[in-house]
């Protein structure tokens, strides 16, 4: 065989034809009707033969198919059989699309852990798939090992732009995915995924934005004006003898008069308040451990009015239909805010009951404990033994009621008026 750009071979039907090299031994090219393909071949040092395809003329020149042959050739005398690493290779390539074909794609690795995460409040799943249709919309089709830390760093930076605190939870909510599915996916019991999340180069290198904290709360100058406003305003329908009699201020009231979060006061249920000992209980709250709350005897009066008149309600706060909860009540609290020009949101409520709590001297593990917060750490050996007695959540539970509520607004909801539609007489 000659170094020639150009080869004519005359192949009668069926047949195949070797041409030898006249350079280097055992180097060919084999030719059919259809094809040229270069070969190699030689004994193996146990004697036995060995060929190895090299590729077809076009895709290879006569020099560089040459090369190949003298490594192949060369693997041949250290008793190295070609084939078998090419086989090698080709399954290794085979797996490696198997396993790509099982790594999830970006929205079905979120839904999975979705699925998975069985204890996440509806709120919380609600927040996930707001940053996930918002944000990662672009990254859905894409594998989940396709993101690159690159991309993390543009990503975040984006989403920063408009909303710095999502930024973070969303690029930490595909960490969390990432990593769970990390944990999971095997073949052969060998993980799937064996880099870190790409996420980690926000954590290296404390590229995560600063949130400061919000600390707004309604202020002791400001409280008489806001609770005043809170009872003296009027809603349709506030003096109705039914489900919906004053229920915008009895909402609005509890909130400070508990700590409770909005969902927790908006969920309340009438099967987790016991009238008779005066208490509540939240069941599953955000850190996992059911709050059992003492009332006050102020918000106790407006629980038994509230029950009197519930017409069947499951909840404490029916929606207009009387089958739900309220949600979503903003209205309320901006038509308090126009009137007494003091802004505040539904959390702040609960620093401010925190607040009260505190100018009334009550101790920190029963604020805490009033609030469901963690008193236990590593670092506090005290609160291993601080045990907060029943009593003194009631008697903390009236000392912030009676911070808040004057004599004279106690007086106006202890003697609310309410309206008892009268049926129509028949003749």
């Given at each position: 065989m000659k170094d020639s750009k150009q080869y004519c071979f005359d192949i009668p039907n069926g047949k195949q034809i070797f041409y030898r090299d006249n350079k280097l031994v055992g180097f060919a090219i084999r030719a059919t009707r259809h094809s040229l393909v270069y070969t190699v071949e030689k004994k193996m040092p146990n004697g036995s033969p060995c060929r190895v395809t090299i590729g077809d003329h076009g895709l290879y020149t006569p020099e560089t198919a040459r090369q190949k042959a003298t490594e192949y050739l060369l693997e041949m005398s250290q008793g190295i059989n070609p084939n078998d690493k090419k086989e090698q290779l080709r399954q290794k390539a085979s797996q490696e699309r198997i396993n790509h074909q099982k790594i999830p794609t970006v929205i079905d690795a979120y839904r999975h852990y979705i699925e998975a995460k069985s204890e996440l409040k509806p709120n919380t799943v609600a927040i996930y798939d707001r940053d996930m249709n918002l944000y990662l919309k672009d990254w859905h089709h894409l594998k989940i090992t396709e993101i690159t830390m690159q991309m993390v760093v543009g990503k975040h930076a984006e989403i920063s732009q408009t909303n710095k605190s999502h930024a973070n939870i969303t690029l930490k909510l595909f960490s969390a995915i990432y990593?769970?599915?990390?944990?999971?996916?095997?073949?052969?019991?060998?993980?799937?995924?064996?880099?870190?999340?790409?996420?980690?180069?926000?954590?290296?290198?404390?590229?995560?934005?600063?949130?400061?904290?919000?600390?707004?709360?309604?202020?002791?100058?400001?409280?008489?004006?806001?609770?005043?406003?809170?009872?003296?305003?009027?809603?349709?329908?506030?003096?109705?003898?039914?489900?919906?009699?004053?229920?915008?201020?009895?909402?609005?009231?509890?909130?400070?008069?508990?700590?409770?979060?909005?969902?927790?006061?908006?969920?309340?249920?009438?099967?987790?308040?016991?009238?008779?000992?005066?208490?509540?209980?939240?069941?599953?709250?955000?850190?996992?451990?059911?709050?059992?709350?003492?009332?006050?005897?102020?918000?106790?009066?407006?629980?038994?009015?509230?029950?009197?008149?519930?017409?069947?309600?499951?909840?404490?706060?029916?929606?207009?239909?009387?089958?739900?909860?309220?949600?979503?009540?903003?209205?309320?609290?901006?038509?308090?805010?126009?009137?007494?020009?003091?802004?505040?949101?539904?959390?702040?409520?609960?620093?401010?009951?925190?607040?009260?709590?505190?100018?009334?001297?009550?101790?920190?593990?029963?604020?805490?404990?009033?609030?469901?917060?963690?008193?236990?750490?590593?670092?506090?050996?005290?609160?291993?033994?601080t045990q907060i007695d029943a009593k003194d959540l009631r008697d903390a539970m009236q000392k912030i009621e009676n911070h808040i509520l004057s004599n004279d607004v106690k007086n106006i909801i202890l003697n609310r008026e309410y309206l008892i539609k009268k049926s129509k007489m028949t003749k």
């Open positions: 990593n769970y599915h990390r944990k999971r996916l095997t073949n052969n019991n060998q993980p799937l995924i064996t880099e870190f999340s790409p996420v980690q180069i926000l954590y290296q290198n404390d590229l995560f934005n600063k949130l400061k904290p919000r600390k707004n709360y309604i202020n002791s100058e400001q409280q008489a004006d806001w609770v005043s406003a809170i009872v003296q305003t009027q809603w349709r329908g506030n003096e109705k003898a039914n489900e919906y009699g004053y229920l915008n201020q009895d909402f609005l009231l509890t909130f400070v008069l508990t700590g409770l979060r909005r969902n927790e006061v908006e969920q309340l249920a009438w099967a987790n308040i016991d009238l008779k000992y005066g208490t509540l209980k939240i069941i599953n709250p955000k850190n996992g451990e059911d709050l059992l709350l003492p009332l006050g005897e102020t918000l106790l009066h407006v629980f038994k009015q509230r029950k009197k008149y519930s017409n069947g309600s499951k909840y404490v706060f029916p929606a207009t239909n009387n089958q739900n909860h309220i949600k979503d009540r903003r209205h309320v609290r901006h038509k308090i805010t126009e009137t007494t020009g003091i802004p505040f949101t539904f959390h702040d409520l609960r620093r401010t009951f925190t607040s009260i709590a505190n100018r009334c001297g009550i101790g920190m593990y029963t604020v805490k404990a009033l609030i469901n917060h963690s008193y236990q750490d590593d670092s506090d050996i005290t609160a291993d033994y």
